[in-house]
């Protein structure tokens, strides 16, 4: 019998899905965004912090961990530039799963324990300590519902479409929301960044790939309100 696959999908399969996410539309504009400089990209990567680790919101330190090796193989670095881990997606999800996510808790609660519970029966391991190809087989399985009977009480295959689907979000949305740090998920797309109004001169620069990017959040705008936000966050959290 081969091998299973190491990858999980291919980044195309990955950036395909990535344009419905967040706040990242080009007002005024329908053509596709730039390719991105791989040079530039490396060059924006945020340095990772060493030393005391980060203090979650909503996630257990053990849950954590175990996420965050989850979506450093879902958007993992590579020649094309930072991955989810650079991009700062499990502290994007820590935050919504305090607010915007709050629903899916308990899933990433449940999930979460039976993806490490599949990682120690069959590998020996909990998921975080496992090596990237024994990583990618186990959420390659998790992905396709093969799983032995009681580890996951749910489907495992809608808990990996959940976490892949939070790991765009936090990866291309708005850093405004926690992820997509230094804009590293915008620079991989080749998105020339949040504008209020395009020029002519910006539609030529663009469909040239010479448009410069224009790297600050929508709310970093006055006709995007934080306040505002907030409440459609609160609504969203506590709405039927």
Known sequence: MKDQ???????RDLLRGAGVVGTAVLTGSGAAPAAADAAQVQARA??????AREAYESLSAVEADALEAVVDRLIPRDGNGPGAREARVVHYIDRALGGALASSRPAYAAG??????????????????LSASDQDAVLTE????????????GNPAQFFTMVLNH???GMFGDPYYGGNANFVGWSLLGYPGVR????????????????????????????FNKATARESVEEHRHGD
Do not use: C, W
Not at 5 to 11: A, E, G, K, N, Q
Not at 46 to 51: F, Y
Not at 112 to 129: K, M, P, V
């Open 5 to 11: 696959p190491v990858r999980i999908i291919s980044r």
């Open 46 to 51: 945020p340095a990772v912090a060493a030393g």
């Open 167 to 169: 790991t765009r979000q």
């Open 112 to 129: 979460l324990a039976a993806l490490d519970r599949h990682s120690q029966s069959s590998r020996g391991r909990s998921f975080a300590q």
């Open 196 to 223: 209020t109004m395009v020029t002519a001169g910006d539609q030529k620069a663009l469909e040239a790939n010479q448009l410069k990017p224009n790297r600050k959040s929508a709310y970093d705008y006055e006709t």
């Open 142 to 153: 998790v992905e396709a519902g093969s799983v032995p009977p009681g580890i996951f009480a």
